[in-house]
């Protein structure tokens, strides 16, 4: 295992590439590469990528992990599903702020796919949202971090769960 795919999917500025910011700040002693394009508004421009070089301790090994993002606008639908069929792991932000009906919109890309999936419910300081147990509710198969991403919340607990996921679905496919 030398590489690690995680993608994180959601609404536009859901928080997605706020969590790859965050990231970044936190293992900044293990960046290998950092792409990414925004608009003046901070939306992302097609693509957001963050790889970091890590050591894993199961087995000392060196590992890659890239980081991605899905561009959330819907003009950009046609494209996402490249990006499902390339990664080990997903991370589906959730945006608290807005309605579960639109998450659960952008979450119908992802829901039938035979990737591990992890949830991250963000923006839980806005206004107003969405209450957590109706959150639960209708996550309760997936692992499920509540976050404040702009404030560095939830976010390296949802990056363990997805590598968690990741190696453990890797290991699911090697022989026996």
């Known amino acids: 295992m030398k590489e690690l795919r995680i993608l994180y999917h959601g ?13 970044k700040e936190m293992f900044s002693d293990h960046i290998y590469d950092r792409f990414h394009q925004q608009t ?3 939306r992302t421009v097609y693509l957001d990528v963050l790889v970091l070089k890590l050591r894993v301790k199961t087995n000392n090994d060196e590992l ?6 899905t561009p959330g606008q819907k003009r950009f639908s ?8 390339h990664v080990d792991a997903i991370v589906f932000v959730l945006d608290s ?23 991250q419910a ?5 206004k107003n949202p969405i209450p957590f147990e109706e959150v639960e509710r209708f996550f309760n198969m997936y692992t499920l971090v ?12 949802t990056f363990k769960e997805a590598l968690k996921v990741a190696i453990d679905g890797r290991k699911a496919l090697l022989p026996n």
């Open 64 to 69: 890659f992990v890239s980081l991605f993002t």
């Open 40 to 42: 003046e508004e901070g």
């Open 11 to 23: 609404l536009g500025m859901a928080g997605k590439t706020t969590n790859l910011e965050k990231l």
């Open 97 to 119: 702020s807005r309605s579960l009906r639109e998450n659960l919109e952008a979450f119908e890309e992802i829901r039938n796919l035979k990737i591990p999936i992890v949830v």
């Open 146 to 157: 509540p976050a404040v991403a702009k404030e560095g919340i939830g976010v390296i607990d």
């Open 122 to 126: 963000n923006k839980r300081d806005s």
């Open 78 to 85: 046609t494209i996402r599903p490249w990006f499902f069929g």
